[in-house]
T-cell receptor, first 113, second 112 residues
Framework: NAGVTQTPKFQVLKTGQSMTLQCAQD?????MYWYRQDPGMGLRLIYY???????DKGEVPNGYNVSRLNKREFSLRLESAAPSQTSVYFC????????????FGPGTRLTVT | QQQVKQSPQSLIVQKGGISIINCAYE??????FPWYQQFPGKGPALLIA?????SEKKEGRFTISFNKSAKQFSLHIMDSQPGDSATYFC???????????FGKGTLLTVNP
């Protein structure tokens, strides 16, 4: 059981470039989440998917899009990267059938120059 | 608008001491309060959690104390060890789809 996996681990982009962050979970969880973590800001929710086929905005969705490809995979896309999107991105999942805790992946460290 | 306020930002404790981290919330609709532990370069890991109908929950050296009337909850780490050195986040769940609102984190350093 790998839990929640994220790729890539590190990425450097130039302003205006696009990229997709990948997330997969093997726990058969229904709900998946994308957060960003910035120094002194805690974790802020970007987008989430309550179940396969649904997505919804979180606290800081601007500049991002998501796709819930299937039950296992939830990707985050930056269409035109900006320096303000330099951050560490975490994916998380939750059971959804009475499960309360969210389980986090190892993160992707993104730098936009 | 910060819905979960966490203090202190950083904390230094001697080995064997008690570490205490506090959180306060505003939204009375929150119904689940987890704490997460994060080591450098890793994702947050669920440490312990409590529901508001319970005033205290203990798991090993970690205890959550919950004061519903004051809208506050705290994490106590007894007999703190250098291996406990990490960043701790409190969180609160509320609203649709079990979204979590996180505090800004506390960097705990336990000196040997």
């Amino acid at each position: 059981n790998a839990g929640v996996t994220q790729t890539p681990k590190f990425q450097v982009l130039k302003t205006g470039q696009s990229m997709t962050l990948q997330c997969a979970q093997d726990m058969n969880h229904n709900s998946m989440y994308w957060y960003r973590q910035d120094p002194g800001m805690g974790l802020r929710l970007i987008y989430y998917s309550a179940s396969e086929g649904t997505t919804d905005k979180g606290e800081v969705p601007n500049g991002y899009n998501v796709s819930r490809l299937n039950k296992r995979e939830f990707s985050l896309r930056l269409e035109s990267a900006a320096p303000s999107q330099t951050s560490v991105y975490f994916c998380a999942s939750r059971s959804g059938t009475g499960g309360l805790g969210q389980y986090f992946g190892p993160g992707t460290r993104l730098t936009v120059t | 608008q910060q819905q979960v306020k966490q203090s202190p930002q950083s904390l230094i404790v001697q080995k064997g001491g008690i570490s205490i981290i506090n959180c306060a919330y505003e939204n009375t609709a929150f119904d689940y309060f987890p704490w997460y532990q994060q080591f450098p370069g890793k994702g947050p890991a669920l440490l312990i959690a409590i529901r508001p109908d319970v005033s205290e929950k203990k798991e090993g050296r970690f205890t959550i104390s919950f004061n519903k009337s004051a809208k506050q909850f705290s994490l106590h780490i007894m007999d703190s060890q250098p291996g406990d050195s990490a960043t701790y986040f409190c969180a609160a769940r509320g609203g649709s789809n079990y979204k979590l609102t996180f505090g800004k984190g506390t960097l705990l350093t336990v000196n040997p």
